[in-house]
T-cell receptor, first 113, second 115 residues
Framework: EDKVVQSPLSLVVHEGDTVTLNCSYEVTNFRSLLWYKQEKKAPTFLFMLTSSGIEKKSGRLSSILDKKELFSILNITATQTGDSAIYLCAVPSGGSGTYKYIFGTGTRLKVLA | KAGVTQTPRYLIKTRGQQVTLSCSPISGHRSVSWYQQTPGQGLQFLFEYFSETQRNKGNFPGRFSGRQFSNSRSEMNVSTLELGDSALYLC??????????????FGPGTRLTVT
C-alpha cells in the first residue's frame, strides 16, 4: 500500500535557527511530491517536485527530492515566528478512478521568539 | 481571484443525523476534491469531482457522498452520522483535466462535531 511518512512529528526551535523536515514515501508509480503549509485551517501550497524538477527554492524555503532513496526534505533557514505551522507532504497515488493524494501526518513546527 | 470558500465553517450535529457541506472552487477551476482531517489519521482523500462527475474515490463508506453542479460548486453529504465523523472537512480545487498534475488550493474547511 502506498504511504507517506513524515518526521519529526513536532519540532520547537528559536528564531534564526535552520530546520530540516523529512518526508519519505512508498508509491507504486511516482509522479510528484508536494509540500504544503497549514497554519490555521487551509493548507497552502509550497512546492511541487517531479522527476524533472528535483530542487525548488523560494526565499528562505527550499526542498529537494531524492528519487533513488524515496524521500524529500524541506529546509527553512533563518526561521521566523510566522513559520510556525504544520508542514504536510503529499504524493499522488492510484490508477484511473482511484487517483488520490496521500498525505503524511505532518510535522508541527513551533518557532519561539 | 477569490479563494476556495466553504460553508458552513462550523457545525454541530447529533449521531444519526445527516449533514451537507458546500464548497465553491476558485473561478475557472473544474476539479473539486474533498478531504477529512483528524488528529489521528491526518488528511484523507474522500473523492474528486470534475465536470459534474465523480472521477476518483477514496476508501470511505457509502455514507459519504457528493455531487458537483454545472458551475463547479460541490456539496458533500454524510448520512447517519457517527461520533468518528467529527473532523475538519476540507475542500480543494485545481484547474486541470488531470488533478494530479496541479497543486490544489484548499478552502478553510468545515469543522464538524458529532455528539
Amino acid at each position: 500500500e502506498d504511504k507517506v511518512v513524515q518526521s519529526p512529528l513536532s519540532l520547537v526551535v528559536h528564531e534564526g535557527d535552520t530546520v530540516t523536515l523529512n518526508c519519505s514515501y512508498e508509491v507504486t508509480n511516482f509522479r510528484s511530491l508536494l509540500w504544503y503549509k497549514q497554519e490555521k485551517k487551509a493548507p497552502t501550497f509550497l512546492f511541487m517536485l517531479t522527476s524533472s524538477g528535483i530542487e525548488k527554492k523560494s526565499g528562505r524555503l527550499s526542498s529537494i527530492l531524492d528519487k533513488k532513496e524515496l524521500f524529500s526534505i524541506l529546509n527553512i533557514t533563518a526561521t521566523q515566528t510566522g513559520d510556525s505551522a504544520i508542514y504536510l507532504c503529499a504524493v499522488p497515488s492510484g490508477g484511473s478512478g482511484t487517483y488520490k493524494y496521500i498525505f503524511g501526518t505532518g510535522t508541527r513546527l513551533k518557532v519561539l521568539a | 481571484k477569490a479563494g476556495v470558500t466553504q460553508t458552513p465553517r462550523y457545525l454541530i450535529k447529533t449521531r444519526g443525523q445527516q449533514v451537507t457541506l458546500s464548497c465553491s472552487p476558485i473561478s475557472g477551476h473544474r476539479s473539486v476534491s474533498w478531504y477529512q482531517q483528524t488528529p489521528g489519521q491526518g488528511l484523507q482523500f474522500l473523492f474528486e469531482y470534475f465536470s459534474e462527475t465523480q472521477r476518483n474515490k477514496g476508501n470511505f463508506p457509502g455514507r459519504f457522498s457528493g455531487r458537483q453542479f454545472s458551475n463547479s460548486r460541490s456539496e458533500m453529504n454524510v448520512s447517519t452520522l457517527e461520533l468518528g465523523d467529527s473532523a475538519l472537512y476540507l475542500c480543494a480545487s485545481s484547474p486541470g483535466l488531470n488533478f494530479l498534475s496541479y497543486e490544489q488550493y484548499f478552502g478553510p474547511g468545515t469543522r464538524l462535531t458529532v455528539t
